[in-house]
C-alpha cells in the first residue's frame, strides 16, 4: 500500500521540497496551499496523514486541524517556523499528532512521518492469539487494543494514535505510575528534554475525552511530582 499524505503549506517551496522526500520514499503525495481546500480534500482523498503548515493565510492550520478533528482522526505533523511552546502546545491542544519546527532535517522528518504512520495503522495488524488479550477492561472504560477502539459507558471515545497509546500504557500497567519521560520515550521513542509539555497536554486530552461520560470520575491519576496512572479495580 503506498500511503496517501496530503501537505498542506502556502509556502510553495516548502511543499515542493517535502514533496520530494516523500515521494521518493514512495509514499503518495497529494497537495494543497490554503486551509479552506485542505478540508476539502480530507473529505474527498482520505490521505493517511496530513502535514500542516500553523501560519496560513485566511483559515490557519490550528483551525483546520480542529475541523479535521471534529470529522476524522488521521493522523496530522504541524509544521512551523515558530518556536515558541505556546504554539506547539496550541497545536497538540487541538489534536494533532506531532510538531516539527522549519527548518528541519530531511531524515527527522522522514522517520517522524514513518513512526507515525507505523504507530497509527500498523503498530496491531498482527492480531492478538487470545481475545482476553486484545482487550482491556477496567470499570467502564473498555479498550480494544487490536482496532484502537476505546469506550466508555458504550460511548466510543475518538482519540489520537498518540492518545490511545499513552492510555493503552498506562491501562495495561494498571497501578503502576508512569513518569512524563518515561511516557514521552515509550510512546514516541525519542529522548525526554526537560521542559517538554507533550505528555502533559496530552494527559489533558485524554481526560477531556474519556472522563466526560464518567460524572466526575477519575481515570488517570496525577501522582505529583512522579507522575500518571490509571488505578487497579
Known amino acids: 500500500m503506498n500511503e496517501k499524505i496530503l501537505i498542506v503549506d502556502d509556502d510553495r517551496e516548502i511543499v515542493n521540497l517535502v514533496s520530494i522526500y516523500l515521494s521518493n520514499e514512495g509514499y503518495k503525495v497529494i497537495k494543497t496551499c490554503d486551509g479552506y481546500s485542505a478540508f476539502k480534500m480530507v473529505q474527498v482523498e482520505n490521505p493517511q496523514l496530513i502535514i500542516l503548515d500553523v501560519m496560513m493565510p485566511g483559515i490557519g492550520g490550528i483551525e483546520v486541524c480542529r475541523k479535521i478533528r471534529q470529522k476524522c482522526n488521521v493522523p496530522i505533523i504541524m509544521l512551523s517556523a515558530k518556536v515558541q511552546n505556546n504554539d506547539k502546545i496550541a497545536g497538540l491542544l487541538t489534536?494533532?499528532?506531532?510538531?516539527?519546527?522549519?527548518p528541519f532535517d530531511e531524515l527527522e522528518f522522514i522517520v517522524r512521518v514513518k513512526t507515525l504512520l507505523r504507530r497509527a495503522y500498523f503498530f496491531d495488524r498482527k492480531i492478538e492469539s487470545s481475545k482476553d488479550e486484545d482487550l482491556?477492561?477496567?470499570?467502564?472504560?473498555?479498550?480494544?487494543?487490536?482496532?484502537?477502539?476505546v469506550l466508555v459507558k458504550n460511548n466510543v471515545v475518538t482519540l489520537t494514535a498518540r492518545e490511545f497509546e499513552i492510555l493503552f500504557l498506562l491501562a495495561s500497567n494498571a497501578g503502576r505510575v508512569f513518569s512524563a519521560e518515561e511516557i514521552f520515550e515509550r510512546v514516541w521513542s525519542e529522548k525526554y528534554f526537560q521542559s517538554n509539555n507533550t505528555v502533559m497536554v496530552h494527559i489533558s486530552n485524554i481526560r477531556d475525552k474519556v472522563e466526560c461520560y464518567l460524572e466526575g470520575e477519575k481515570i488517570i491519576h496525577t501522582v505529583w511530582g512522579v507522575g500518571y496512572k490509571i488505578e487497579k479495580n
Not at 95 to 102: C, E, P, S
Open 95 to 102: 489534536g494533532a499528532d506531532d510538531y516539527i519546527t522549519k
Open 136 to 149: 482491556l477492561q477496567l470499570g467502564e472504560l473498555s479498550i480494544k487494543k487490536s482496532t484502537h477502539s
